[in-house]
């Protein structure tokens, strides 16, 4: 079994010593360097553009601008592509924009032989504009008078509204039950951004008559097709690969600027590279949506919810990118976890705004819908003091619950024992009857909250994934995926599950690390925790036509029929007694060299996914918040998860310690801050707030494993769940240390401050 | 029809633009530069050396001598392995060597932060030895008193003598038959060299667990298999990458210093190159075979040949190499052009000697074959006053021919043709009844001679290749090749070959330019005029696999029976009627996209081939020889070949007037000198003498197609024919010319000055 075992990470050498390559290691003689002009204006035409002066700039090799680039609209989103049109993401894109659309939409590029001249450049190019009133939020882009931002796709700024009904009846009839109790509450949540280390970054240049970009991105192949839209060229003339990355969180799932690398490149024909500034990545890549929700529940005091409604805006900021399927995820978590009696209707519009544009991020609108949900969910048990972990089981989703929605199936869970095991953990029992009591200064409170999550995107998007192996000499494999490696530990696993399929040592699986669509098997990528469960279907799916295509060439070797025999330990055996046939490296030097019958064996394989299911967890910390400062200190937290079978526990760990990093971040203080034009005030790491090594509590965690029988190797979604909970468990803990609901985030002492006035003036009466 | 068509270099753009990236451009960060220490005695063994200074040097980083370098002897012939110990190459070296070979032989190595450090640091090693008295030829090495040189192989230096014998009898018998002609001639070749554009380099790094190293090279996975074997390791933890190359003609396919490299890399742990200097080249990479054959022949007057005896030594130089291969070759070719009609033996020597190690050079022992044995048949037909072609057609190999040494049989033949086609072309009638009664200074002849060529190693070794396939989104191709283009033009051969089975134009063929150990498949590499022949097998069989796969998803995409159904001009179409079914774009979208039905389309198909084919041909060349300077012009000349079906006119043509200019090189000036001490003089290419583009006559060719039945699209070997008969045609037009016979090469004014004596004096009576 090496399924369970803490193999080492297969990248962790190249890592530590500095050897991995990423994609600015990747040097080119000539290579040009640009600097993207960006409006300075959130929403308006550009009706001129002066570039004169940056052309006279010593260095500077060319100016584009947005009267320059071709009309080809093209989507950004990473998602797989549909055939058909009803189904394709929204293409309101263009290289660069003369209709800009947020305060730094790009405008003009300027392309030197060295950044300081591009910068020079950039400085000097003078743009025109006529100006439109900003609308910022979703309720003045629905305004009446409010200028639709892409009149090309959508009449007015609404992306997509989408609404769901499960049950019968008509929900305000509800009203009329006196025995219910009705809970109302609004509940929003901040823009945030990913902070990965390595910025976004393409090198790109001409060989083989293609474009040929590296890119650090989360999907290759989705960037080949999009770039190929972009430039109106055949998907095969492009080329990506995706060396190692320094992370990617989601914003990497979207095309940034490589489709405007490509182009450069087309024009100038030389490389040149699209290095984006943290700034830049601040303003102008992707954030996480803010999402305000409007719910109206009704729940008997028994604690079982009869009906609830969601009601839900997404702030989309100026361009779709991944568009609706963000806003609808958030409502389609707050109908899979809980179960009413009655009825349930779920509406989500997702509205283009004049803010950066929201895209994906980890988690993909959950951590939202959780901080929605749950926030809700404790406010009303705490309305029918019920206590709030009793009121979440007697209403959750059960095994062989069916969304209706989805069809998505519950085919395992162990939700009940996440719960177990955090109350434990955290002393639930005791510290929820000993805390909200107090009345000092100081108060401790333990709160929780919990999740449910999909593994991939069936059936809502397609999933397929191919892998190839290739057995090498010494009876070692290559293992190739279209699948990357983002940190994540996706090759381990990989190299993991071909280890155990096919009963060759760990070590003896190697791992190509880099994707290129020129070579590689194709997959959509690292996105929607589906690579463990899709991709590793392709995986398993190859290794065992791998192992079969072995065992046949050793029964051709050795006359022993292929069904009688096995792979063990690096070796042929019989399957009866185990006995040693021929070694993996005799029968691949055979296999290679025989002068009678070689075969140079591979295998590859496309597994299309046809199955979801669903992982879940829960957070339960405890908080100790200062009334007078408004600051939470996080004293202990904890995240179980049930994932099924866990492949590697060590780097699964990682994923979560990460993850909860994360959520600490979300719930604590990270925000976007702009003036009134628009312009982000905190567009770097000294002013945008995320936590430091220093900021962290210690980071717990436990597993409450089942082997899902729809998984290749029992596996479920582990990537992003585990930044699910944090916020609203740190919430709730709040809400019982200290009475107050606060339902907008972060929880920093600019809110809570205010939101403690009447704590503070009972503590002065006292 | 592709095949046939003058489709341009699929590199061709990146080639000419510059953009084609070969090693050195693949830039690395810190990488270290290396330079060898040479032995100054060209017989030897190293009793001490003082690296102190050496390691004084500022930005030396490493000196590395034979006294630490593992003991694992390797082979480095680019031949397949044999997994038949008794088959496999000669494993005679190391890495650095203490026992010293020739002058030249690599001793120490110096690492350093640059090139010029490395060399300071390489001047200041000093080294101590033991001297032997050096053996430089054949016959001082077979003396009694001769050192062994390579003692742990070989009792003495003969590293393998082979014999052949076809027909009964004895053949001095032969003597006392009286109506037979006996004619004897020794003739000789001298050492010349590949002098590709791109010198040896190598540039290796730590990556993955492995490590990589890119380098010129026409066998990266032969290399890998080599640098496993030098190092000790496993072959799954070296990788091979081979970008562009500046041509090889056999001297890349050795493995000369990337094991050397790979260990440095290995112990220093940071990357490292190592560059071979055109002197270095010259004097430490490898050469083509000196060989001196002593030939005995009985013919009748009516131009029968009876009987044939030959007794070949090949100067193996240092190390073994290609070892015996060449050699046998040589002699082998003697058997296969003509058939006697009583008997033939052969007797071939390959032996250690004190000089550069003498390795594959296109040709593989052919042109030596070629001079020896076509003078030879020039001499045979001049003195039984026969025509020399007339001569030729009645001895040479006839269709159906079956070699008795290696079963190749003769499936196809356009010799005739060829014969014709040069003969008119040349006016041949005409000129040899006109020239050859000049008694002037300045005369003229004509001259012809043929060859046979095998085409791949079958039966002698394996003969194995793999392609591989992927269906892009645009409905085109991915074709990847373990197989290397190394400038003769294979990358567009084999898309003309794909698009031709597939029906996809050949301009939606994309061929990696790149084979990578890691993802490419499996192939042996460029050399014996193998790959359109073999590897063009692997392609078709792909390409089949590939078509088949594509039908079977149409008919599950229209339910239209994949086999009513044929691909042709890019587009899925009824076999009945070619009316249109569904375009290979959409085809390939709905395989990539569809909700349903997912499938990306591969193909990897291993062609095991067990089969041969001789290509034919002859070069016809009319000269000028000024008596008094002892200088050759050539006025005219052509080679008509016949290699079955030509892929590529165009191409075939750059490898003909690439051959022939090669060809002219060895005939004309071309030449090893080296002091007494076993120095070469002429170790640059201001004293080596290459043909510029300003010594070349006019090159014309010819080609006389056929379809052979055992290939993939009727072709047969060209890659090295064309550089076969060029001497021997030039030789003989001499012969023609003068009456003079000269037996060794280079027909240069110090050879032919001497030998024009007696026609100086005959002149000087006039």
Redo the contacts between chains.
């Keep these: 079994m090496v399924i369970g075992k803490n193999i080492p990470r ?2 962790a ?2 890592k530590v ?1 500095g ?3 990423y994609t600015q ?1 990747f ?3 000539g290579l040009l360097r640009t600097r993207l002009v960006r409006s300075t204006v959130a929403n308006g035409l550009v009706t001129s553009i002066d570039t004169e002066k940056a052309k006279a700039v010593p260095g500077v090799v060319a100016v584009f601008t947005c009267f320059d680039v071709p009309q080809h609209p093209f989507p950004t989103a990473g998602h ?4 058909d049109p009803k189904h394709q993401d929204i293409s309101d894109r263009l290289l660069l924009n003369r209709r800009v659309r947020y305060y730094g939409d790009e405008v003009a590029v300027v392309v030197a032989k060295d950044e300081i001249s591009a910068k020079r450049g950039a400085a000097l190019v003078h743009i025109e504009y006529e100006t439109y009133p900003p609308v910022f939020e979703p309720e003045d882009a629905l305004a009446p008078e409010a200028t639709p931002l892409h009149p090309e796709v959508r009449e007015n700024n609404v992306i997509v509204k989408s609404s769901y009904k499960v049950g019968d009846g008509d929900f305000d009839d509800l009203a009329r039950e006196t025995d219910l109790v009705h809970v109302q509450g609004t509940y929003e949540t901040q823009v945030v951004q990913h902070c990965h280390i390595e910025l976004p970054v393409s090198r790109a ?6 474009i040929i970009i590296i890119s650090s991105t989360q999907i290759p192949h989705i960037m080949r ?1 999009v770039c ?1 839209q972009a430039l109106g060229c ?3 003339k492009i080329r990506i690969i995706k060396p190692y990355i320094g992370g990617g969180f989601g914003n990497k799932q979207d095309v940034l600027y490589e489709p405007l690398n490509a182009w450069l490149v087309q024009q100038l ?1 030389r490389p040149v590279e699209v290095f984006i500034s943290r700034e830049e990545t601040f303003t102008s890549t992707r954030t996480r949506h803010a999402i305000r929700a409007h719910l109206d529940t009704y729940v008997r005091d028994d604690g079982r919810l009869i009906g609830r409604r969601y009601i839900g805006y997404a702030n989309n900021g100026g361009y779709a990118s991944h568009g609706h399927a963000i806003s609808a995820n958030c409502a389609n978590e707050y109908r899979m976890l809980y179960q009413d009696e009655q009825m349930l209707e779920g509406t989500a519009y997702t509205i283009y705004t004049n803010r950066p544009a929201a895209g994906a991020m980890r988690g993909y609108g959950i951590p939202q819908a959780c901080f929605i949900m749950e926030s809700h969910m404790d406010d009303l048990a705490h309305r029918i003091h019920m206590d709030p972990v009793a009121f979440r089981r007697k209403n959750m989703m059960k095994l062989g619950y069916v969304d209706p929605g989805t069809t998505i199936t519950c085919h395992s869970t162990k939700l009940d024992e996440c719960l177990d095991i955090g109350m434990k953990y955290i002393g639930w029992t005791d510290k929820r009857t000993r805390y909200g009591h107090d009345r000092g200064v100081v108060r401790r409170g333990v709160g929780m909250a919990m999740f449910c999550y999909k593994t991939g995107v069936y ?1 809502i998007a ?1 999933e ?1 994934a ?1 892998a ?1 192996m ?1 057995l ?3 009876g ?1 494999i ?1 293992l ?1 995926t279209g699948a990357t490696e983002i940190g994540q530990g996706a090759a381990t696993v990989f190299a993991q599950m071909t280890a155990e399929t096919l009963g060759i040592s760990v070590e ?1 699986i ?4 880099t994707q ?1 669509t ?5 997959d959509t990528g690292a996105y929607a925790s589906r690579q463990s469960y899709v991709s590793g279907m392709a995986v398993k799916k190859t290794a065992l036509s791998m192992k079969q295509k072995i065992l046949a060439y050793c029964e051709r070797l050795t006359t022993q029929p292929a069904d009688t025999l096995d792979i063990r330990a690096d070796a042929v055996v019989t399957k009866a007694d185990g006995a040693l046939v021929v070694s993996m490296e005799e029968l691949a ?2 296999a ?4 009678s ?4 064996i ?1 295998a ?1 394989e ?1 597994a ?1 996914c046809k199955d979801n299911t669903y992982s879940f967890g829960a957070t339960f910390a405890e908080i100790e918040v200062d009334i007078a400062l408004g600051k939470i200190k996080v004293i202990d937290i904890i995240n179980v998860h049930d994932s099924g079978i866990i492949i590697n526990p060590a780097m699964a760990a990682g994923q979560v310690h990460g993850g909860m990093s994360m959520g600490l971040g979300y719930v604590l203080g990270e925000d976007y801050i702009y003036d009134e034009q628009g312009k982000q005030l905190n567009d770097n790491l000294l002013y945008y707030k995320i936590l430091t090594a220093m900021d962290h509590p210690n980071l717990h965690h436990a597993f409450a494993e089942c082997n899902d029988p729809t998984a290749p190797y029992g596996n479920k979604s582990l990537g992003e769940p585990p930044t699910l909970t944090v916020a609203p468990a740190i919430r709730n803990a709040l809400l019982h240390a200290t009475g107050v609901a606060v339902n907008s985030l972060p929880l920093n002492p600019q809110r809570l401050v205010p939101a403690f006035d009447t704590l503070r003036k009972e503590m002065a009466h006292v």
Tied chains: 1, 2.
Aim: aromatic residues 6%; hydrophobic residues 30%; glycine residues 4%.
């Design positions: 297969v990248d050498v190249d010593t050897r991995a390559r290691d040097a080119m003689p797989p592509w549909s055939v240049y001409l060989e083989e008559g293609k097709r190929a055949d998907i095969g024909q059936p397609l397929t191919t190839r290739i090498n000499q010494d070692s290559q190739q003896r190697h791992v190509v690390q290129d020129d070579t590689a098997p194709f030097m055979n290679m060299y025989s002068l019958d070689t075969e140079h591979t590859n496309t299309h």
